[in-house]
């Protein structure tokens, strides 16, 4: 299994930016899939970013163009760029790992964006 550690939430206006973080630790991070979603109220959770483990990269259609995710192998952290933010943003983000029979999940950051 792999523990993770999001960071990075907080309040932030409309337009403005965030970065998110996930520091990984107990296994061999390189080889996961790894994953943001968020969860709004009343919402399902939902897939935000995706990178594999060979740096192939895939977003929602709603965070196309303002969200970049990345990572870094040798710090086991994937990371969540976030531009242009939009109150529609507002959820508690999620990072999660993927590999075979391993699916696991941070206890999420929430992100408030304000009008």
């Known amino acids: 299994q792999v523990q993770l550690v999001e960071s990075g939430g907080g309040l932030v206006q409309a337009g403005g930016s965030l970065r998110l973080s996930c520091a990984a630790s107990?296994?061999?991070?390189?080889?996961?899939?790894m994953n943001w979603y968020r969860q709004a109220p009343g919402k399902q959770r939902e897939l935000v970013a995706a990178i594999t483990s060979g740096g192939s990269t895939n977003y929602a259609d709603a965070v196309k163009g303002r969200f970049t995710i990345s990572r870094d192998n040798a710090k086991k952290t994937v990371y969540l760029q976030m531009n242009g933010l939009k109150p529609e943003d507002t959820a508690v983000y999620y990072c999660?790992?993927?590999?075979?029979?391993?699916?696991?999940w941070g206890q999420g950051t929430q992100v408030t964006v304000s009008s």
């Open positions: 107990g296994s061999i991070f390189s080889l996961y899939t």
């Open positions: 999660n790992a993927k590999r075979l029979m391993v699916d696991s």
